[in-house]
């Protein structure tokens, strides 16, 4: 019997707010350290944390959008522990009455459907940042509090996951939510969308979970999948050599490209969460949520539907453009500038699309070409200036920065040649030199005619129009 | 209610706090009597009534999301003990994250 791995994620979302959860200071990000703190965030006695209005509607928002149930009123507790970039000693988060819970998330993968449960989705604040200075020997640790307060969805799924497949299909269909409901900007680098997979192994057909490891450190989604990869044989090799599986936190060391246990502390953490005296508990009425509920935006299965009902793509090709916000954005961007050929614009989709596809973590914002260009070359094309073959010439150059479409077809001299005069010269010489293939053509072998033609957007360096050529040859020889 | 010094140890732990064996003693007697007052409250017929997690009848205190200004940086570290780069300057944290 085989073995099957089970997968279930923590998931941590900063949502996209302008200051903390519980007081005025700045989320932004990339400022000098510990500028963006006051007493409340800095943990001084005596000050007193205020939830912030838009952090509760964004949180809602994305529990509603995953199906919760939203629990009224909802709470919050305190969950106490040591740790410096944690001024208070304890985190404000929830725990007994979670803002949503009991909620799914339907995951295509490949051509069925996969069920993810939701436990719940709670909010909760952020910590601060630890620095570790590289400098040999250095003995010490800095601490810069700016990120302390900011406000932070848990989302906590059940083990409904298999395989790696599953693994990121869920991860894409989740950050793809979280980014169109506007509830995080889902920026991985910055960290601002974090997962921590919890990982087990059974034997194929076993009912019963195996004993799971909650792994931390998880930077990308490239490196949750090699993870996975690495912990489930981790623990297959533990259990066949006879071992078991410890229940812990590992941590993934990115240089080694292993899981490592945390250094057991000496007591098991404790982290005696009670209901935050600070804190009164919000009562969620039937016109605010509903009100929360009219303003989720059209959500990915949504915009799918309507790329195909509206711009003509088929089913397929509408959900690879609307899995990722960003390129299903630039997508209607590029339609925008020109909209006369939808099928056209999302046939310029899959080189951004493969682009995006070497790596999980990259940003449709960087990719060197503006939609407004792809859309200006579709539009050359459409209008007979240049080939497709051309076409694709040009977007090469457009690849290496040389400039708008237009502008590189004039330069380089791109522009189609539809004017019979100028390719007449080159359809004789071609004519004479292949009376061969002429026999075949006269003689009913049609096909002949495409070598033909070959050789002669050859001579004219793709820059004939091949409508025109293949119509020329025909005129010719019938002649 | 009984507390023993191991009760009072624990707690210490948690609360970092580092007690001698005869103040561990001295403490369980205390903690014990606290508690034992607090029990009394056990003795009530609490059947039919809400659990309580305030004392207060309010419901949603909320702030609009608007940014405010934040101390600056010298403010921030002022009861810092050891600074570093504009940053609280700490013991080593080894493995954790």
């Known amino acids: ?479 | 209610m009984e507390f023993t010094r191991e009760d009072v140890r624990k707690i210490a732990v948690l609360a970092r706090l580092d007690l001698t064996d005869a103040q561990m003693d001295h403490y369980a007697g205390q903690l014990g009597r606290i508690l034992a007052h607090v029990d009394k409250l056990g003795e009530l017929n609490t059947e039919g009534v809400e659990p309580t997690s305030h004392s207060l009848r309010l419901v949603n205190v909320l702030r609009e999301d608007e940014p405010r200004p934040s101390l600056p940086n010298e403010a921030a570290l002022a009861n810092a003990p050891e600074q570093e780069l504009g940053c609280f300057k700490v013991p080593p944290i080894i493995q954790e994250m």
């Open chain 1, 1 to 479: 019997m085989g073995w099957e791995t089970v997968i279930g994620f923590e998931i941590h979302a900063e949502l996209a707010t302008a200051s903390k959860i519980w007081c005025g200071c700045s989320t932004e990000f990339g400022r000098a350290p510990n500028t963006q703190t006051c007493p409340v965030c800095l943990g001084m006695p005596g000050s007193l944390p205020v939830l912030n209005r838009k952090a509760l509607e964004l949180a809602t928002r994305a529990a509603l959008a995953l199906g919760c149930r939203i629990n009224r009123p909802t709470q919050f507790e305190r969950k106490n522990y040591y740790y410096p970039d944690l001024p208070k000693n304890y985190q404000i988060s929830q725990l007994r009455k979670n803002l949503g819970e009991g909620g799914f998330l339907d995951v295509k993968v490949g051509d069925s459907t996969l069920h993810v449960r939701i436990n719940n989705v709670h909010l909760e604040e952020d910590a601060g940042k630890n620095i570790h200075p590289d400098a040999p020997g250095a003995d010490y640790s800095l601490v810069d509090l700016n990120r302390a307060g900011t406000p932070l969805l848990e989302i906590v799924t059940e083990p409904d996951l298999r395989s790696k497949e599953e693994a990121l299909a869920f991860m894409e269909s989740l950050k793809s939510i979280l980014e169109y409901s506007g509830v995080s900007d889902c920026n991985m680098h910055q960290g601002r969308l974090r997962f921590e997979a919890n990982i087990s192994v059974r034997r194929q057909g076993d009912d019963k979970l195996g004993t799971k490891v909650e792994v931390k450190n998880l930077n990308s989604m490239k490196t949750v999948l090699k993870c996975i990869e690495v912990e489930t044989d981790r623990q297959i090799i533990e259990l066949e050599s006879g071992g078991r599986v410890v229940q812990e936190t590992r941590l993934w060391d990115e240089a080694a490209g292993v899981t490592r246990a945390m250094r057991s502390k000496e007591v098991a953490n404790d982290y005696r969460y009670f209901p935050d005296p600070d804190l009164v508990a919000v009562e969620i009425d039937d016109a605010l949520l509903e009100r929360i509920r009219a303003e989720i935006p059209e959500l990915p299965d949504a915009r799918r539907k309507r790329f195909v009902e509206k711009f003509g793509l088929s089913d397929y090709d509408a959900g690879v453009l609307t899995a990722d916000k960003d390129l299903a954005d630039y997508f209607e961007s590029a339609l925008a500038v020109y909209g006369a050929n939808p099928k056209g614009v999302a046939n310029w989709m899959a080189e951004p699309l493969r682009w995006l596809g070497e790596d999980p973590d990259r940003d449709i914002g960087e990719y060197p070409i503006k939609a407004a260009a792809i859309a200006e070359l579709v539009k050359l094309i459409d209008g007979g200036t240049i080939s497709g073959r051309i076409a694709k010439d040009v977007y090469r150059a457009m690849l290496d920065g040389e400039g708008a479409p237009a502008e590189i077809v004039k330069k380089k001299g791109l522009v189609q040649i539809s004017d019979t005069s100028a390719i007449e010269p080159i359809v004789d010489k071609v004519l004479a030199a292949n009376a061969d293939a002429v026999e075949k053509i006269l003689a009913g072998k049609e096909k002949a005619i495409g070598a033909l033609v070959g050789q002669i957007m050859r001579e004219t360096k793709g820059k004939a129009n091949p409508q025109l050529v293949n119509e020329m040859i025909l005129r010719k020889i019938r002649q």
